[in-house]
């Protein structure tokens, strides 16, 4: 582990430490990302803003003595990225003003993000033609990031109660995130060297010939800190490594 470590508020939360110890267990060079850890922001929610929230003590101390970043950018590939650049909002937002119990389907739940999609588009009317013309569209989406409070286990709900399964804990949730954002820079890398190594190809002709191994490195971090993540048939995480899955 290097000393920088040691300075990370997470560090000194027993069972964020805990958690990444356990992922630990597999042999794989993937270390989560400390600038991600090491935000400003993590450990932002102040006492006062969470004592009208009906919500376990574990859930309150995680919030106060860790926390969640400002913003998760969760692209999952350089075509994706390039897209959701042209968007006013990109990624996961963990804004205090998210904080809302609500309750879905008769359970319980604390928003702590979401993730809306703002993009514009365009229709061509009259293709060719002397009077062709675009017509512009906007389209807006959002989708919750939610803690159940019976259980603590995290989801995103992609549809009034349509939900994907994301983590087991809010710790979980944490690290799984910074080790995506160590992931995802040499993942990248690795599909722009063979762009330009095979300009006649696009990325999916790499990715998908190469997704076992590509995604190896998280996949097996993931497994080792939070198994659920892996074996659930459809879950966030696997989302993120299928581009298959839309």
């Given at each position: 582990m290097k000393e920088s470590f040691n300075v990370a508020n997470w560090m000194k939360y027993p069972s964020m430490f805990q958690f990444y110890k356990q992922s630990l267990t597999e042999e794989i060079d993937l270390e989560p990302d400390i600038k991600f850890l090491s935000e400003p922001s993590l450990g932002r929610y102040p006492e006062y803003r969470l004592k009208n929230l009906e919500?376990?003590?574990n859930i309150r101390n995680f919030l106060v003595k860790v926390g969640l970043p400002d913003q998760f950018i969760d692209w999952r590939s350089p075509d994706e990225e390039e897209d959701f650049k042209k968007e006013v909002t990109n990624g996961i937002i963990f804004w205090l003003s998210c904080l809302t119990i609500k309750q879905i389907a008769k359970k319980k739940y604390l928003i702590i993000g979401e993730s809306k999609n703002l993009s514009r588009s365009y229709i061509i009317c009259n293709y060719k033609?002397?009077?062709?013309?675009?017509?512009?569209?906007?389209?807006?989406?959002?989708?919750?990031?939610?803690?159940?409070?019976?259980?603590?286990?995290?989801?995103?709900?992609?549809?009034?109660?349509?939900?994907?399964?994301?983590?087991s804990s809010l710790e979980q949730y944490l690290l799984s995130m910074a080790y995506w954002r160590a992931f995802y820079p040499s993942f990248t890398?690795?599909?722009?060297?063979?762009?330009?190594?095979h300009p006649d190809k696009i990325e999916e002709d790499y990715i998908f010939k190469h997704q076992k191994t590509l995604y190896k490195p998280f996949i097996k971090r993931l497994k080792a800190l939070d198994p659920e993540a892996v074996q659930k048939r459809t879950s966030y995480w696997k989302f993120m490594c299928d581009l298959t899955l839309y």
């Open positions: 919500i376990p003590e033609q002397p009077d062709e013309n675009k017509i512009w569209e906007k389209s807006e989406s959002c989708t919750l990031i939610l803690v159940e409070l019976k259980t603590g286990s995290i989801w995103q709900c992609i549809y009034k109660d349509t939900f994907i399964f994301v983590n890398q690795k599909i722009h060297t063979f762009l330009q190594e």
